[in-house]
């Protein structure tokens, strides 16, 4: 069965710190990676997704990840944050070439403290 | 509409009574999802209609859930004989097209608190 796993449950950081978040997954066979974020109040929005190619990509404001396949990994980054980056980040993973349905982990809050 | 819109935003029932939560999904998207949000537990994939095929009920939880897509367009989540353990955020999405690697768009949730 698929599952997503995300270690960090919460993480504060201060402004201008460097962001990583972890993603691993368990899944029998090639995927699609995304990583979602929730701003406090608003519907979640894709940051960024990793279909094929290069195994870094790059997002929205700033974030990029890294598909690191023997790890089964889909590492977060962002070198720099900022207080607007409070929010909730998702990891997620479907099947390459199955339904579009998406497998979140469980989420890390991430607090940045101006 | 521009985006996946859901109502109510808010719904507050007693215990045993049964609720409707409704997606409107982005004009033409042929996919659309319900998932769950519990504090602490994540996106918890719940149904999935895809056109005109069956849909995948496998993420419903009990019996209780029901949920129904007329016209290909507005679909209804129904919760019957409510219970405490329901209480969550019910986010509705959708994409344009089957096949994973579409961007699935989310609507903001329907907030449900049993009581």
């Known amino acids: 069965a698929q599952s997503v796993s995300q270690h960090n449950h919460h993480v504060i950081l201060s402004e201008a710190a460097s962001l990583e978040l972890g993603c691993n997954y368990s899944y029998g066979g090639t995927v699609n990676l995304f990583w979602y974020v929730q701003y406090p109040g608003q519907h979640l929005q894709l940051l960024l997704k990793?279909?094929?190619?290069?195994?870094l990509v790059k997002g929205i404001k700033g974030f990029e990840a890294e598909f690191i396949k023997s790890k089964f990994s889909f590492n977060l980054r962002k070198p720099s944050v900022q207080w607007s980056d409070t929010a909730e980040y998702f990891c997620a993973v479907n099947r390459k070439g199955g339904a579009n349905n998406l497998f979140f982990g469980t989420g890390t809050r991430l607090t940045v403290i101006p | 509409g521009a985006g996946v819109s859901q109502s109510p935003s808010n719904k507050v029932t007693e215990k045993g009574k049964d609720v409707e939560l409704r997606c409107d999904p982005i004009s033409g998207h042929t996919a659309l999802y319900w998932y769950r949000q519990s504090l602490g537990q994540g996106l918890e994939f719940l149904i999935y209609f895809q056109g005109n095929s069956a849909p995948d009920k496998s993420g419903l939880p009990s019996d209780r859930f029901s949920a129904e897509r007329t016209g290909g367009s507005v679909s209804t989540l129904t919760i019957q004989r409510t219970q405490q353990e329901d209480s969550a955020v019910y986010l509705c999405?959708?994409?344009?097209?089957?096949?994973?690697?579409?961007?699935?768009?989310f609507g903001e949730g329907s907030w449900l608190t049993v009581v």
């Open positions: 999405a959708s994409s344009s097209r089957q096949g994973a690697g579409n961007t699935i768009y």
């Open positions: 990793y279909f094929s190619g290069d195994p």
